[in-house]
């Protein structure tokens, strides 16, 4: 399996660890409505690091 991409990457983890405040029970969604800037640095940060693919920040989304 040449071919195969492994997607991991701790978004939340990465949020917390630059300081944008995740608490439960939305935990690192909640950056999607209050601080969507530290999701785009992360992401950024994963494809200047190498990355080919990134994912949505949608740990803990519920509708």
């Given amino acids: 399996m040449s071919d195969a991409i492994l997607l991991?990457?701790?978004t939340g983890q990465e949020l917390a660890?630059?300081?944008?405040p995740c608490r439960l029970p939305e935990w690192s969604?909640?950056?999607l409505i209050e601080a969507p800037h530290f999701v785009?640095?992360?992401h950024a940060a994963y494809v200047q690091?190498?990355?080919d693919v990134i994912t949505t920040n949608s740990y803990r989304s519920i509708a």
Avoid: F, H, K, T
């Fill in 17 to 20: 660890r630059i300081g944008e």
């Fill in 8 to 10: 991991d990457g701790g």
């Fill in 49 to 51: 690091s190498g990355a």
């Fill in 29 to 31: 969604a909640l950056s």
């Fill in 40 to 42: 785009s640095q992360v």
